[in-house]
């Protein structure tokens, strides 16, 4: 069975000159493709989180390099290029009372993907999985 | 020259003595016969009152130290009973447990005359119109100058502290000639006047600050006294025996410390020894008079010295210069006295942050500001914004309710904070006085 649950690595910053580029500088050195990124910020610290090739190894690489680290579950949905998709979307978590906790979007080879951290992964991915709205696989960045 | 007391105030220096030795020596007898703790205290480091043959023989007493009062938090260490208590101070304690100090009506008296003959020292009396702009409440400041200022027949403005705009208004419209808060509060209240377009000195009647609460310098009292165009003066009392006691007089050469009142030594604060006029050492308090918590040499933490000479004004008192710093950590932060330990306490208590910290003290617009940087929990590191500002506010209000003053807090990445062998240096202080 198709394995929806993709893993983010998010990351504990201090909101100061030259964090992240030390988080690029140990996923460069590990030879990890970044393929989608965003940072949420609140006042002097900050979030950011990503999707890798290899979130494991990308993981423990940020652990010995003494970044505050974890893994959590998203989905990555594709977004139809049309008006009314992101609408569909959000519609079909309202209506089944899932929360959208945070997303984010990054534009993918085969176009938009929106990616969505919610209160309840498993409803979720049940009611997307029953219309026609494409999920992302976790093994498509491996 | 006017004196509230004068026969008191410039009762000749032998006298005094002679009059503190009597003193003393019915203090320790009453502890010794009433007080479980010092009797036990006194047993212990082999002196008994028939031992104190002069006042010189004070320095053969055992210390108190702040620890005996959280150790004997509420009230075991009163020497009355709760019927005789007419008023509670509470005040931070090192650590979870506040410093609890009764008074009963003599206490209170003894306090508020302490206060009538200092301000009268400073020119105030009948007349003068005094803004209290200390704390109210379990802190000793509003309380202690409230009632000192009504008894020299000067009209009392409760203002407390906060409410900036209302104060400088008040203080204008009132025709205040004095005003009671810490030197930094009174610049904020300025700041904040020139803002409002009421400029101290030429829209306000302003002529007396009773200034003290936290350390400042000459340096500093030179720029309130020119900006503002009032005389400053320095004010000591510590909560542990009464809060705001003594003022310097219009001589500013040095606070008259009331001898009747409390008996003051300076020792050095590693070897316990009694040293000369001025030598500067941590002051020891031994309260003459006080019922409810009477203290035998109190080691105040504060560094200072006692002048020697008379002063000009007549007063015959020791004169006290002004407190150069601490024997310890503590911080004063608006006035309010803060331990580190108490931070650590705090932070201790809270599941999702490290027990690494540290403080950084700051001024902002004059006023002081704190900032505890706290390193986040890595197991409990979530990646919802939401979760780590809810941690972050309740790290603020656990410490609002433990230090009574509010902090400003920073989460940081584990393990960023400075590391220390042996002693650590938690706190960086970066204001300038």
Redesign the interface.
């Known amino acids: 069975m198709a394995n929806y649950a993709i893993k ?1 690595i ?1 990351i ?3 909101n100061k000159p030259g964090r992240l580029a030390e988080v690029a500088e140990a996923m460069n050195e590990a030879k990890i493709n970044i393929l989608a990124f965003s940072i ?1 910020e ?1 006042g ?2 900050g ?1 950011v ?1 990503m999707l890798v090739n290899k979130p494991d190894e990308a993981c423990k690489k940020l652990h010995e390099k ?5 893994l ?1 579950r998203v989905l990555g949905i594709k977004m139809k290029d049309e008006p009314g998709g992101l609408y569909e979307i959000a519609k079909i978590l309202g209506d089944s009372d899932v929360n959208i ?2 997303a984010y979007a990054y534009s993918g080879t085969s176009g938009a993907v929106f990616i969505l ?1 919610v209160s309840d992964l498993e409803l979720a991915i049940e009611k997307i999985t029953e219309r026609e709205v494409e999920l992302i696989e976790d093994t498509l960045f491996e | 020259m006017e004196y509230w007391n004068p026969r008191m105030e410039r009762i000749p220096a032998d006298e005094l003595r002679d009059l503190q030795y009597k003193l003393l020596k019915t203090l320790v007898y009453k502890l010794y016969n009433f007080s479980p703790f010092y009797r036990r205290r006194l047993k212990e480091s082999g002196v008994l009152p028939d031992d104190i043959h002069s006042l010189k023989d004070v320095s053969k007493l055992p210390f108190t130290q702040k620890t005996d009062l959280r150790d004997n938090y509420p009230d075991k260490i009163f020497c009355v009973s709760q019927s005789d208590v007419a008023r509670y101070h509470v005040s931070s304690g090192t650590t979870g447990k506040p410093t609890v100090v009764g008074y009963t009506e003599h206490d209170l008296n003894l306090w508020t005359e302490s206060l009538a003959r200092s301000l009268t020292a400073c020119g105030l009396g009948r007349g003068d119109t005094m803004q209290v702009s200390y704390g109210y409440g379990l802190f000793t400041g509003g309380l202690g100058l409230h009632y000192g200022a009504e008894r020299i027949g000067a009209s009392v403005l409760p203002m407390s502290t906060g409410n900036t705009e209302r104060q400088v208004e008040l203080m204008r419209d009132m025709k205040v000639t004095a005003i009671s808060c810490t030197p930094s509060y009174l610049l904020h209240i300025a700041e904040t006047g020139e803002k409002m377009g009421i400029n101290i000195k030429d829209d306000t009647d302003l002529k007396t600050g009773i200034l003290g609460a936290e350390p400042w310098s000459e340096r500093m009292r030179d720029r309130i006294e020119e900006e503002l165009g009032i005389d400053a003066y320095d004010i000591y009392g510590t909560s542990e025996l009464s809060g705001p006691m003594f003022t310097e007089c219009q001589e500013k050469n040095g606070a008259h410390v009331w001898g009747d009142q409390m008996l003051i030594e300076i020792i050095d604060p590693a070897s316990g020894e009694v040293l000369e006029n001025e030598e500067d050492g941590e002051l020891v308090v031994t309260t003459l008079q006080k019922e409810a918590l009477p203290l035998l040499r109190y080691r105040t933490g504060d560094l200072t010295k006692i002048y020697d000479g008379v002063c000009a004004c007549g007063r015959t008192h020791p004169r006290m210069a002004r407190i150069k710093g601490r024997t310890d950590d503590m911080l004063i932060i608006r006035g309010i006295n803060v331990f580190p330990s108490q931070v650590e306490h705090v932070l201790m208590s809270i599941d999702n942050v490290g027990n690494h910290f540290q403080i950084v003290v700051d001024r902002k617009e004059m006023l002081d500001n704190m900032l505890v940087m706290v390193e986040v929990n890595e197991n409990a590191f979530s990646d919802k914004i939401n979760d780590l500002m809810l941690l972050k506010d309740r790290v603020g209000s656990k410490l609002r309710n433990v230090l009574n003053i509010s902090a400003e807090v920073e989460l940081v990445e584990p393990g960023t904070l400075p590391r220390f062998e042996g002693k650590a240096k938690r706190v960086v202080d970066r204001r300038t006085l």
């Open positions: 983010q998010s504990f910053l201090e949420a609140a002097d610290f979030v989180r003494g970044f505050t680290v974890s959590t906790d945070y951290r």
